[in-house]
T-cell receptor
Framework: DSGVTQTPKHLITATGQRVTLRCSPR?????VYWYQQSLDQGLQFLIQ???????AKGNILERFSAQQFPDLHSELNLSSLELGDSALYFC?????????????FGPGTRLTVT | AQKITQTQPGMFVQEKEAVTLDCTYD???????LFWYKQPSSGEMIFLIY??????QNATEGRYSLNFQKARKSANLVISASQLGDSAMYFC??????????FGQGTTLQVKP
């Protein structure tokens, strides 16, 4: 158990819908990262928050948005869902946002868009 | 641009033998971190080992060691005394200044009894 929690574990929804994925980082970790894992794209970095502020942005679509709340939990919002958004979405946390801090991953949310 | 390359899509190893999973990286940053993660069939990502670009010695964590050759830009993972539970997908990854991870395509390792 990494100490990072993600809910829900599985999500099945229809095209055009909007969903929210939730992540609680390990106790004391200030940095949260979101990743998408799909068969064709592999593991891709989406976005990073550090202590409530957006710190880095990766291959995140405009239909996707995220935020980190004062209690440090984070939410990833996916809207106008398409079939290609079906993937495993990971949240990871680290103590800080630097390059030498290992990231601990949550169990992931498997999103299926039908 | 930063890039991680894992050239072995799949590997087989006999139980109790050692295996090396290859990883090469490309970056122009002077400081970077290199990681290996394990992803079993259940899907979770498990941190295995970390190597900093300025670390003089190769990192070791139990049966895992990282063979870091900076001049060759390689960071191979060595698993000693393979166990059946080592069967999984293994990802090499690199961090940038902000800490975001850039992953390779992964190597599937199967341990044979």
């Amino acid at each position: 158990d990494s100490g990072v929690t993600q809910t829900p574990k599985h999500l099945i929804t229809a095209t055009g819908q909007r969903v929210t994925l939730r992540c609680s980082p390990r106790s004391g970790d200030l940095s949260v990262y979101w990743y998408q894992q799909s068969l064709d794209q592999g593991l891709q970095f989406l976005i990073q928050y550090y202590n409530g502020e957006e710190r880095a942005k990766g291959n995140i679509l405009e239909r996707f948005s995220a935020q980190q709340f004062p209690d440090l939990h984070s939410e990833l919002n996916l809207s106008s869902l398409e079939l290609g958004d079906s993937a495993l979405y990971f949240c990871a946390s680290s103590a800080s946002g630097g390059l030498s801090y290992e990231q601990y991953f949550g169990p992931g949310t498997r999103l299926t868009v039908t | 641009a930063q890039k991680i390359t894992q050239t072995q899509p799949g590997m087989f190893v006999q139980e109790k033998e050692a295996v090396t999973l290859d990883c090469t990286y490309d970056t122009s940053d002077p400081s970077y971190g290199l990681f290996w993660y394990k992803q079993p069939s259940s899907g979770e990502m498990i941190f295995l080992i970390y190597q900093g670009s300025y670390d003089q010695q190769n990192a070791t964590e139990g049966r895992y060691s990282l063979n870091f050759q900076k001049a060759r830009k390689s960071a191979n993972l060595v698993i000693s005394a393979s166990q059946l539970g080592d069967s999984a997908m293994y990802f090499c990854a690199m961090t940038t200044e902000t800490g975001k991870l850039i992953f390779g395509q992964g190597t599937t390792l199967q341990v044979k009894p």
